[in-house]
């Protein structure tokens, strides 16, 4: 209270020098009002991370909460005398209760597992009702088998004590019926994706679960997105996109719905019932719907807030350096850094900010080789442009272009001070004069997919060295002259040439090149492998050069003549021209085994490389020795001089010589200076504008599926205006980004104030609470201990622990003295804690063990899930079919796809199970795995016959499907198919084929995603995304059933399979009599 009288008495006294945006604030309706609650005439919400309570008549506000952790989901109780909501304050979001006017607050979980997640996931622990006798309060969980994107209800206490998991396995939003017996919901979650108006599979439908019957029914089977139910009196809403704006629909058994609000520039987002009334957001304001009169009124809500997460600050922004540069004489570095343009001394003098443009982004920026200029590019005009700063010239600005309309990559300089070298998104490369500005362009690369980037100076101005793909997507080296104005393939299309550089002298240019083919061998089975196929390499730019590899000899001098020695000096050197005739004939190998290695920068003595994180000199001599310079480097850059070298080693970033044994620790350079004053509503409004300009840029279709990509940003913009925390910048740019309407359009947050977090440690346990007071260990995971990942401390040699066992203390402290169990694991994780168990409620034979809690269940709640999936097939099939569960198509869904089929390619038939797929890498191996079929047979005397492959299945597959297929988890299925493996069943997929490649991020930290490329099939038609691959056979796996312990997916494929096998029985391999006549 004390800080928030100071700040009012502050406020008060610059009263009269406040600004027009403020006053503004003070006078109308405040926007950006979220995940609102209400009861009767009060309404509660969260605005600038924190929760507020406001009367619905006459727009007054109180703030409740002034936490720097991010509250939300504020929900009054049934008598609306408490509000229950979900707070991060320990860097865990818990669920928290308190009275209405802020009052005896309370935490009420304490379970920590799932950390932050990223906007698209929304929050755990988000409070979904309360019972109607007021007595607990319903949250959904991120608490499933199904990894962290799935939740599940539960309900704690109101009072304090352990939660419990209602019998429903999975929920999105929900609320109770009013007699507390009936529970509306959607069993899938998508409510933060970034992607309105979605067909495909994990579009939500509406369900009710009868709680006391243990039976649920399906209300709606849209293809549209039905979600947020909402139960009012005997009336059930949810809202609908159908007609591609979400709306509140109101419920009607056995007819269509009715819509009854109709907001078509804004989606109807988080409605919340209370007595006779919902209401919810749209376009950042509060609208109130009444269940009598069917009407909707939009609330005038005035937040009297001193917003102080739009008060500038002042922070050191090392941490954010994104690009860096030495000068030539290493006295200086230059910084990019939270969107300004830093000059810091190697040793001696002041750190200097040298743009000062706030309202702009300074990024790439590069001294010239003569240290007069610096380039650089800034998006003050609103689009990024390339800009010219004369230190000769007192720092004088010249902005050099001013057609900016796509992103462009980092100028280069010419060695001669004169020219700039850049490509853009449009995978075109310019050069530019600097005296001019005028723009030249070299070339297209329509075949680079991750952009052309890699381009390069000779030292003698003149010429261009680029990396450019080929037809078929090898790299090539490719030359230009700026003379004779014509590009030139230096290198063929049979091996793949990047990262070139040239020789300070620019006789020699060094490049990579993939051309080594080492195989090596899988430790699985004889499969072939090729790795550190990369060498180094180096060319004589023409015939005149010596190559580097000419054999020395030693011989006797002969000593000139007054009249050779002047003939000698007025011969020329050889021109360092770059001739492609007989170019491949030049390289040569230097001398340095087959590895990986990139970032190729030439120096005096050699050239530089990285190569696993070690910074290597390789020399130029035929003979001499690769020295390491330093060691966990992941980025450097020379000076134009190639004398310096500024390099980065996770945080430390230190300027060194290139020679062997530099001390990064020694020579770390002092960034405490590079304090910058932020204020965050003009960055806010940089990186609004970023992201929107990162999707106009970066997405597939420049089209943007039609939409009017400008009229976008202009819709929005009120919305930007009114952002009052770095959460609500997320929030509208996920909005933006949702109207393209693509998978993997992804919001991810930068800079967020948060208070650090407590590493809660947990036991590998399902704990329930017991009457007396004790809980009781109702589920030990098994886990695999010998798999740090997987670990479960109560399953741990010694321990002894069992199910039906109870914990009665933990480090000596009775689990009776606090409310919720999991209170007294805070802190504990990896640490050594002491339990003491007992076989019955009560000190009696109890025992004492010692145990390590882990930070996170989540591995061993799917471990488990799997394992006793496989038990349930087995069970089913009498053991005839296997089963494999791959969470996703990246290194976990390859571990598993190693590690439970090949052992199981034995099999008459196996089960792929595909559902809760999270994708990852684009599965070709995956499926090139499951389509081996056995070539032939080999037979050993006194040994049964082996396949050729050695795994291989050749019986009948099935695999399973849901809408949690996702990514590489559709394109599986959709493979599976087109490879004939055999039936796809359950629900469709996701359906989210528009894949990710990476794109620049935000000034924060923080980044919009955008979508990069698109599937088509073979004959080019545009698939699966938006829409999903649907099952062959639908099976619907109804909640009651797996609660019950029952998998209605797997229980088919079961009964699939075993007919296919019954109508096709395998015929065993029959191994005839070896020949006994000659020549057989």
Do not use: C
Not at 560 to 583: L, Q, V
């Amino acid at each position: 209270m004390k800080l928030r009288t100071l700040l009012t008495a502050i406020a008060v006294a610059v009263a009269p020098a406040i600004s027009p945006m403020v006053a503004a604030y003070q006078t109308q309706d405040t926007r950006l009002l979220r995940f609102p609650d209400i009861h009767k005439e009060s309404v509660t919400f969260v605005y600038a991370g924190d929760i507020y309570i406001a009367n619905t008549k006459t727009g007054k506000s109180t703030r409740l909460t002034d936490h720097i952790g991010f509250e939300t989901f504020p929900k009054f109780s049934p008598d609306g005398s408490q509000i229950a909501f979900s707070a991060q304050y320990n860097g865990s979001r818990q669920v928290y209760v308190m009275n209405r006017d802020g009052s005896d607050l309370k935490q009420l979980t304490y379970y920590n597992d799932v950390g932050v997640m990223p906007p698209r996931g929304g929050f755990d622990y988000r409070v979904l009702d309360w019972t109607p006798d007021g007595k607990h309060i319903v949250f959904r969980a991120n608490r499933t088998p199904y990894g962290q994107r799935v939740g599940r209800p539960y309900i704690v206490p109101a009072a304090g004590g352990l939660e419990q998991p209602l019998a429903i396995p999975e929920t999105g939003g929900g609320m109770l019926s009013p007699d507390g017996k009936q529970y509306v919901y959607t069993p899938i979650d998508r409510e933060f994706r970034t992607w309105k108006r979605t067909r495909g599979g994990r579009a939500q439908d509406v369900w009710v679960y009868d709680l006391e019957n243990n039976k649920s029914k399906q209300l709606t089977t849209n293809r549209a997105t039905d979600q947020q139910p909402t139960w009012v009196n005997n009336n059930i809403y949810y809202v609908s996109d159908r007609e591609y704006t979400l709306n509140l629909y109101k419920h009607q058994d056995g007819k269509n719905p009715i819509k009854v609000t109709n907001h078509s520039d804004f989606d109807v987002l988080w409605p919340s019932a209370g007595p006779n009334a919902i209401v919810y957001e749209n376009g950042g304001y509060l609208y109130r719907f009444d269940d009598a009169t069917q009407q909707s009124e939009k609330l005038s809500i005035n937040v009297q807030g001193n917003r102080e997460h739009t008060m500038a600050y002042s922070k050191n922004v090392s941490d954010f350096i994104d690009s860096m540069d030495v000068s030539h004489d290493g006295k200086r570095v230059l910084f990019t850094a939270r969107g300004e343009l830093f000059s810091v001394p190697v040793k001696n003098g002041p750190t200097r900010n040298l743009s000062h443009t706030p309202k702009g982004r300074e990024i790439s920026a590069t001294w010239s080789p003569n240290g007069r200029y610096i380039a650089y590019m800034s998006d003050e005009t609103g689009e990024y442009e390339i800009y010219l700063k004369d230190r000769a010239n007192n720092n004088q600005v010249k902005q050099l272009t001013s057609n900016g309309s796509i992103w462009r990559f980092e100028p280069v300089w010419s060695p001669d001070n004169k020219k700039l070298l850049f490509s853009d998104q449009n995978h075109t490369l310019w050069w530019l004069d600097i005296k001019t500005g005028k723009q030249r362009k070299i070339d297209t690369a329509k075949y680079n997919e991750d952009g052309l980037t890699s381009y390069i100076w000779s030292p003698n101005s003149e010429d261009i060295v680029f990396v450019k793909n080929n037809e078929n997507r090898y790299a090539s080296l490719w030359h230009y002259n700026l003379k004779d104005k014509r590009v030139t393939r230096l290198t063929d299309d049979m091996s793949s040439e990047t990262t070139p550089a040239f020789s300070p002298d620019g006789q020699q240019l060094y490049f990579t090149s993939e051309r080594d083919f080492n195989l090596t061998f899988s430790s699985y089975e004889f499969d072939y492998m090729f790795n550190n196929a990369t060498r180094l390499y180096s060319v004589a730019v023409n015939s005149k050069i010596k190559p580097l590899n000419t054999p020395l000899s030693d011989e006797i001098s002969i000593v000139d003549s007054k009249a050779d020695k002047d003939d000698k000096k007025s011969a020329k050197a050889p021109s360092n021209y770059i001739e492609s005739n007989g170019f491949m004939s030049r390289v040569v190998a230097l001398n340095v085994p087959a590895g990986n290695y990139g970032a190729l920068s030439g120096v005096k003595d050699g050239v530089l490389t990285l190569s696993a994180g070690e910074l290597k000199l390789v020399p130029n001599a035929v003979d001499g020795e690769v020295a390491t310079i330093a060691a966990g480097v992941s980025n450097y850059k020379v000076s134009a001089n190639a004398e310096h070298i500024i390099a980065r080693a996770g945080k430390n970033i230190s300027v060194i010589k290139p020679e062997a044994k530099q001390d990064l620790k020694a020579t770390q350079l002092n960034l405490q200076d590079m304090v910058l004053k932020i204020d965050p509503q003009t960055e806010w409004a940089q990186m609004y504008r970023e992201g929107w300009r990162t999707l106009r840029d970066w997405f597939y279709d420049e089209n943007h599926h039609g939409q009017d990509w400008d009229a976008i940003l202009a819709r929005y913009q009120p919305m930007a205006d009114a952002i009052a925390h770095r959460a609500d910048l997320d929030y509208v740019l996920s909005e933006i980004a949702g109207e393209i309407n693509s998978g993997h359009i992804y919001v991810n947050s930068g800079d967020m104030p948060t208070s650090p977090r407590l590493q809660h440690g947990l036991l590998g346990a399902e704990i329930s609470a017991h009457k007396s007071g004790f809980v009781k260990i109702e589920t030990i995971f098994k886990g695999e201990n010998w798999h740090e990942n997987f670990r479960s401390p109560l399953n741990e040699t010694g321990i002894n622990a069992n199910v039906g066992d109870y914990i009665i203390a933990v480090n000596g402290r009775s689990v009776k003295s606090v409310v919720n169990f999991y209170e007294l694991l805070e802190n504990t994780q990896g640490k050594s804690v002491e339990l003491l168990l007992s076989k019955s409620p009560s000190l009696k034979n109890s025992w004492k063990v010692m145990v390590t809690p882990i930070a996170s269940e989540t591995g061993l709640r799917y471990l488990q899930w799997a394992q006793s999936r496989a038990e349930y097939v087995n069970k089913l099939s009498d053991g005839r079919i296997g089963y494999v569960h791959l969470p996703n198509t990246h290194y976990e869904g390859n571990r598993s796809l190693f590690k439970n089929f090949l052992p199981q390619t034995n099999k008459e038939a196996m089960i792929i199970d595909d559902r809760y797929n999270g994708g990852g890498f684009i599965p070709e191996h995956m499926i090139t795995w499951l389509a081996r079929k056995p070539l032939n047979y080999w037979k050993r005397r006194g040994v049964e016959p082996t396949k050729t492959p050695q795994f291989a299945h050749d019986g009948p597959k099935a695999m399973l499907i849901n809408g949690y297929s996702s990514s590489g988890g559709d394109a599986l299925p959709y493979y599976f198919r087109q490879a004939g493996l055999g039936k796809l069943i359950g629900t469709r997929t996701w359906g989210g084929l528009i894949g990710i490649s990476g794109n620049p991020g935000l000034v924060d930290g923080g980044s919009v995603i955008a979508a990069t490329f698109r599937i088509l099939d073979n004959e080019g038609n545009w698939i699966i995304e938006n829409e999903g691959v649907s099952p062959d056979i639908e099976v619907i796996d109804r909640p009651e059933l797996i609660q019950a312990g029952q998998d209605p997916s797997i229980e088919r494929a079961v009964k699939e399979l075993l007919k296919e096998l019954k109508a096709n029985p395998k015929k065993p391999l029959v191994v005839p009599a070896p020949p006994s006549e000659f020549g057989r």
